[in-house]
């Protein structure tokens, strides 16, 4: 397998577009990566789209249809969340592999109002609808109960998970491409309305639409396009083992650790090596247990380490710079391409006001319930 | 020919590991399977195992109906039709397995749930179906 750099990269502000449709969307991020990379759709020999609403209809083929009927191979791809970050890893795996060169991979979605709520019917008599009749299983409950879980372990308190919403609306105040730039204190979101216990309206990613690409190209090629490629130094994929209560209770926790392990042993990069972190905050729950799973602080520790700061632009490891799906939003297709970028911005300097200070190494992390998990660690060359 | 359905015929499960015996006087009760290879319980009637991947059937077994709570959340915010709010809940059952429901029977506050506190398992009917039969679900109470 050789090396990949990351040639270009491009998205939109995430937000509310209903009069687009969703290949215009992505179409919009594509021409951003690629004007970056300096590139053209002539270049590009293969294309993955990262897409879960649409899923059967051909969102990849629609978007070539807008910025270039090349005829080239194009693959949807779709993995709850991690939609996008699969796409992207796709697409490295395919240059990785030396069976292309350059790739392009796209992720978006437009969401209306349906959101992590919608999706999935009972696909028959609704009488026998378990949801809400046989506890929980849409996104609030699962990671409320996640939260709960590390409560009961640690007794991390609620404040601490409302801390994290506090420190990623802070950190997307210099975020442009974020869909809410709004700073909240803590009694705001402590006492915003209750979702799903203990998270609050705060503590939950909201809704929207996006889309993000980022193409990729052989390292020993990557010159000819760009002074700044970004070395794709490990891309893992897992899913979830069997653990005691997964069937049950999602287990968030064991397949992030596994590929956490893939990542570090594949890269020679290990956690305290890292200089910022964008990682899955669908709730703010989920951004502790994370920390713990990635390994930058030991078992129980992260509630200490989010009531330290240690995790803000300028503390010991910046988590979320970009504000995170709480402020960014998630447009499911596109988060896992819109972390990349990100990251991709703060190695190469681009990162406007809320810069992490000479940042060479740099991991993005996503998981798509059911489970799927992607770990990137991308570095400076 | 027709037959007037008797009162058991017309109770139907949610969901097909909740066991509903034809005999009144029998309470229903959870169904799992054990793998006989590896031990790994399941709810309900499995294929294979996902654990050591045997295809041997499994036996199954009559759940306890009493367990422990292992963790909660309370749902303000759900699909149409669902009263809010309420305790959504993973209960732990004695015979290694898991069970995701509702907890009844208490205020749905933080302070009224307690880790590893004993619940037992009660059915009710919730709806009816499309064909006029009662539909039968679980929850779990305090103990």
Redesign the interface.
């Given at each position: 397998m050789r090396d990949v750099a990351i040639i270009g990269v491009g998205m939109i502000k995430f937000g509310r577009y209903p009069e687009k449709t969703v290949p215009e969307l992505a179409a919009q991020a594509a021409l951003l990566a690629l004007k970056d990379a300096g590139a053209d759709m002539k270049d590009i020999e293969l294309l993955t789209s990262g897409n879960l609403y649409q899923s059967n209809a051909m969102v990849g083929q629609r978007i070539l249809q807008i910025i270039g009927q090349t005829g080239i191979p194009v693959v949807n791809v779709s993995n709850a969340c991690a939609t996008g970050s699969t796409a992207f890893r796709e697409a490295y795996m395919a240059v990785a592999s030396g069976a292309y060169d350059v790739a392009m991979a796209i992720g978006s979605e437009q969401m209306g109002k349906m959101g992590l709520l919608g999706g999935g019917g009972t696909g028959g008599d609704p009488a026998y609808s378990t949801e809400g009749v046989l506890g929980s299983g849409l996104m609030p409950a699962v990671f409320g109960m996640a939260g709960v879980e590390h409560m009961r372990k640690y007794g991390t308190t609620m404040e601490q998970f409302a801390k994290v919403s506090v420190k990623n609306h802070k950190h997307s105040m210099h975020n442009p491409y974020s869909q809410y730039q709004v700073e909240v204190g803590l009694e705001d979101v402590l006492n915003a309305r209750v979702v799903a216990w203990p998270n609050t309206l705060y503590m939950c990613c909201p809704t929207g639409d996006g889309a993000a690409a980022a193409i990729v190209c052989s390292m020993e090629k990557a010159k000819q396009f760009t002074s700044k490629p970004i070395k794709v130094s490990a891309s893992v994929l897992t899913s979830d083992p069997w653990t005691q209560r997964d069937l049950t209770m999602p287990d968030i926790n064991t397949l992030t650790r596994n590929a956490a392990k893939e990542a570090y042993e594949k890269s020679g990069v290990g956690p305290e090596d890292l200089d910022l972190i964008e990682l899955h905050d669908c709730f703010a729950t989920a951004e502790l247990l994370h920390y713990e799973n990635l390994g930058i602080c030991g078992e129980g520790e992260a509630g200490r380490m989010i009531d330290e700061g240690q995790t803000y632009i300028g503390g010991k490891i910046p988590v979320n710079a970009s504000g995170g799906l709480l402020s960014k939003g998630h447009p499911l297709g596109a988060t896992g391409v819109a972390n990349i970028c990100e990251v991709v911005w703060h190695l190469r300097g681009e990162a406007g006001g809320r810069q992490v200070e000479d940042a060479k190494v740099g991991l993005a992390h996503v998981i798509g319930l059911g489970s799927a998990c992607t770990i990137h660690v991308l570095e400076k060359v | 020919m027709a037959e007037a359905p008797t009162a058991e015929k017309t109770r139907k499960p949610?969901?097909p590991f909740l066991r509903i015996p034809d005999d009144p006087a029998e309470k229903p009760y959870l169904l799992g399977s054990r793998c006989k290879d590896c031990g790994?319980t399941?709810?309900g009637k499995r294929m294979a195992c996902?654990?050591c991947f045997s295809t041997q059937p499994m036996d199954e077994i009559k759940l306890s109906d009493r367990g422990e709570l292992?963790?909660?959340?309370?749902?303000?915010?759900?699909?149409p039709?669902?009263?809010?709010?309420?305790v959504?809940?993973?209960v732990?059952l004695p015979e290694?397995?898991?069970?995701?429901?509702?907890i009844e029977g208490v205020e749905p506050d933080?302070k009224n749930l307690k880790?590893g506190m004993p619940v037992e398992l009660v059915t009710n009917k919730?709806?009816?179906?499309?064909e006029g039969n009662d539909?039968i679900?679980?929850?779990f109470k305090p103990a």
């Open positions: - | 949610i969901v790994a399941y709810l996902s654990k292992h963790v909660f959340s309370i749902v303000h915010q759900s699909a039709g669902v009263p809010t709010p309420y959504a809940a993973i732990d290694g397995v898991s069970v995701r429901c509702n933080p880790f919730i709806r009816t179906d499309r539909v679900a679980f929850s």
